[in-house]
């Protein structure tokens, strides 16, 4: 009942006017709130972290969770001659020219200016990519003003290669395979964007389809009347 006060008190077509991805973001968390309220129900005791607070290890399988992450040698040396990855030691491929003339006179413009140089692009980039997610955390800080509790830290910014990585990597992390009944299945409301199904079928998570109405409104009881502990 909370969760339909919620959606029924949301002005959606204002939303999936001005921002549908933001709609999308809020029938998510709604359904990740009835998923945590199964999971950690009676009738759900496997769950191996039922009882924690974090909403992320509720939901994530249980594989996840014991991921031990990846660390290279970069994350302790990030200075010297550096070899481990197998990069160009020796600098960018292109180098700055002082500034020329061609054999017909025409002035000659450097390969590649100062400002490239310092960016070092014969070494990987940081994988944590702190200095954007900075960038975006205060841009959004100016935005929101001083409400703290708006507030976001580098820390809480996912950086993508486009929507398709995040919404794949979230499947990876929080559906388990199996497009049948012991594997999880996602939610679509059709006519929608369809690297939702895609994603879904690369990592053999089920589909399930409740289209839109006619008006293009969400039909908010049959949606929450089809979430299930596998949603």
């Not at 009676?42 to 996840?64: D, E, F, Q, Y």
């Not at 996602?186 to 589909?207: E, H, L, R, S, W």
Request: hydrophobic share 35%; with cysteine; glycine share 6%.
């Amino acid at each position: 009942n909370q969760i339909k006060q919620i959606i029924r008190g949301t002005n959606v077509k204002k939303i999936i006017k001005h921002d549908p991805f933001l709609w999308y973001s809020l029938l998510t968390w709604c359904c990740c709130l009835t998923k945590i309220t199964m999971a950690s129900s009676p009738s759900n005791p496997s769950s191996p972290v039922s009882n924690s607070p974090n909403v992320v290890t509720r939901l994530a399988r249980r594989n996840i969770l014991d991921l031990l992450p990846y660390r290279c040698a970069r994350d302790d040396y990030d200075e010297g001659i550096l070899l481990d990855a197998n990069e160009n030691a020796f600098g960018a491929p292109l180098q700055k020219k002082p500034a020329h003339e061609n054999k017909n006179g025409c002035p000659v413009t450097n390969d590649i200016n100062s400002h490239q140089l310092k960016l070092e692009l014969e070494r990987y980039p940081c994988p944590y990519q702190i200095p954007l997610k900075t960038l975006y955390t205060s841009y959004r800080q100016a935005r929101v003003g001083n409400d703290v509790n708006l507030h976001l830290a580098a820390k809480n910014v996912f950086v993508g290669v486009g929507s398709d990585e995040a919404i794949d990597m979230l499947m990876r992390i929080f559906c388990t395979p199996g497009n049948g009944e012991d594997g999880d299945h996602i939610m679509i409301t059709p006519p929608t964007y369809g690297m939702y199904t895609v994603c879904a079928k690369v990592n053999d998570v089920g589909v399930v389809k409740v289209p839109l109405t006619k008006e293009f409104d969400v039909p908010v009881d049959e949606i929450l009347s089809t979430v299930n502990s596998k949603t």
